[in-house]
C-alpha cells in the first residue's frame, strides 16, 4: 500500500519524436484521472483535470523537456491552472512532427551534415516553441520543474528550474521557448542552441540527453532539499515516482563492421548508445533503491514497446507518425494496470479544489 502523502515526481525522457508514444501514454492516464474522479464524487469535475496538477515537481530531458513545459504552461485566464492537456500535447508532435524536422540544405546533398551544419533547421523549431510559448517565463509555471542542457562554452551541466527562478530571480528566469531548445538541441540533428536569462546570463546549450537522457534521478536529488523541511532533507521513501521512457531501442550494431569504424562510423551509433545506457543506468539505480528499502511499489518505470515505429528519433513520415501513435495506444493497452495503479495512487487526498494535497514551496 501506497502511503498518501508522498512527494509525486514525473520524469520524462528524451527521445525525439518517439515523443509521440509517450505523450500518448501520458494522454491515457490523464483521461483515467478524470474517469476514476467521476466515480469517486459521481459528478465530472468543473473543468478537466490535467496531469501536471498532481505532481510536484515534473522534470524532462530533451522531448521529454518539452513535454514538460508544455504540461506546465498557465492556462491564459487562470494562471494556476495548466493551458494545454496531455492530448494536445501529442498534437505538438503530430501535428507539428515534420515541420520541426526539415532537413536543412546541407543535409540534401551527400556527406552535408558530416561536415558541414546540423540535419535540420532550427528556424523551424524556434518557430513552432514560439508558437506554444510565446513570451513565458520559466517562473511563470505552474509547477516546480528540472530541464536538463549542457553549455558547451562554460562546458557544465545546465538545470533550467521553476522553482530557483521564482526564489532567485531573474538570473535563474528563462523564456521557456529558449528552454525548450536549448534541451532539445541534439547534436548533428539541431544546431546549438542559447538562453538569455531575464539578469542577461547566457547559456550556450546542446540536448541534455548527452548526460541525463532520463532526468528521474537528477528529479530525486533536486527534491531532496526542495521539499524537505527546515534543514532536514526529503528522505527518498517519502517519494513517488513515475519515470516515463520514450521506447525501448532494440537496434543492434555488428560488432564485425563496428571494427572498422573511425570517428565518422561512430558519430551516430554513439549518440544512439549512450542516451540508451544512460537511460537504463539511472533506472537501475533507483529500482535498486526502492528495492532496498522494500519500496517497489514507489518508483514505477514506464519504458514503452515501439511495436512497428522505427525507432530512429527523427522518422516524422507520415506512416511513422501513424505508427507512433499507435504504438502509445498500444502501450496503453500494455500497461493498462499500470496507469490504473498510477491513477489511484494519484488521486488519494485530491480534491477538486485541491488535486495535490501537498503545496508546493513557497517562493
Known amino acids: 500500500m501506497v502511503k498518501e502523502n508522498l512527494v509525486r515526481l514525473l520524469s520524462i525522457d528524451g527521445g525525439g519524436i518517439r515523443g509521440i508514444i509517450t505523450a500518448t501514454i501520458l494522454a491515457a492516464l490523464e483521461d483515467k484521472l478524470n474517469e476514476k474522479y467521476k466515480a469517486k464524487e459521481g459528478k465530472d469535475p468543473s473543468r478537466p483535470l490535467r496531469l501536471a496538477q498532481f505532481f510536484d515537481l515534473l522534470a524532462g530531458t530533451s522531448t521529454g523537456g518539452i513535454l514538460t513545459v508544455a504540461l506546465l504552461a498557465p492556462h491564459p485566464d487562470d494562471p494556476t491552472y495548466p493551458r494545454y492537456s496531455a492530448q494536445e500535447a501529442v498534437d505538438l508532435y503530430l501535428k507539428n512532427g515534420q515541420f520541426i524536422f526539415t532537413k536543412s540544405p546541407s543535409a540534401r546533398w551527400p556527406l552535408g551534415t558530416v561536415f558541414y551544419k546540423a540535419k535540420y533547421r532550427k528556424e523551424n523549431m524556434e518557430k513552432t516553441l514560439l508558437n506554444y510559448f510565446g513570451d513565458l517565463r520559466m517562473s511563470e509555471l505552474i509547477k516546480p520543474c528540472l530541464i536538463t542542457s549542457y553549455d558547451i562554452e562554460k562546458r557544465r551541466a545546465v538545470f533550467f528550474t521553476q522553482h530557483d527562478a521564482i526564489k532567485k530571480g531573474g538570473m535563474y528566469d528563462f ?4 528552454v525548450a531548445r536549448s534541451t532539445g538541441a541534439a547534436p548533428t540533428y539541431f544546431p546549438p542552441g542559447m538562453a538569455k536569462s531575464q539578469a542577461d546570463l547566457v547559456y550556450h546549450t546542446i540536448d541534455g540527453g548527452l548526460f541525463a537522457n532520463n532526468p528521474s534521478m537528477c528529479a530525486v536529488i533536486e527534491s531532496l532539499k526542495l521539499f524537505g523541511k527546515d534543514d532536514t532533507l526529503l528522505n527518498p521513501s517519502n517519494m513517488f515516482i513515475l519515470s516515463m521512457g520514450t521506447g525501448t531501442v532494440e537496434k543492434q550494431y555488428n560488432h564485425v563492421k563496428a571494427q572498422n569504424w573511425g570517428m565518422v562510423g561512430w558519430l551516430t551509433p554513439i549518440i544512439d548508445i549512450m542516451m540508451s545506457a544512460v537511460s537504463e543506468t539511472v533506472d537501475y539505480q533507483l529500482r535498486k533503491l526502492y528495492d532496498s528499502m522494500h519500496l517497489k511499489e514507489q518508483y514505477i518505470r514506464i519504458t514503452p514497446s515501439l511495436f512497428t515505429a522505427d525507432s530512429e528519433m527523427d522518422n516524422v513520415s507520415p506512416e511513422n507518425l501513424e505508427n507512433l501513435h499507435q504504438a502509445g495506444l498500444s502501450n496503453v493497452i500494455k500497461f493498462e494496470d499500470t496507469l490504473d495503479k498510477v491513477a489511484e495512487i494519484l488521486l488519494k487526498g485530491s ?13
Open 175 to 178: 523564456y521557456v521557448r529558449d
Open 351 to 363: 480534491t477538486e479544489e485541491t488535486p495535490r494535497s501537498l503545496v508546493a514551496p513557497e517562493a
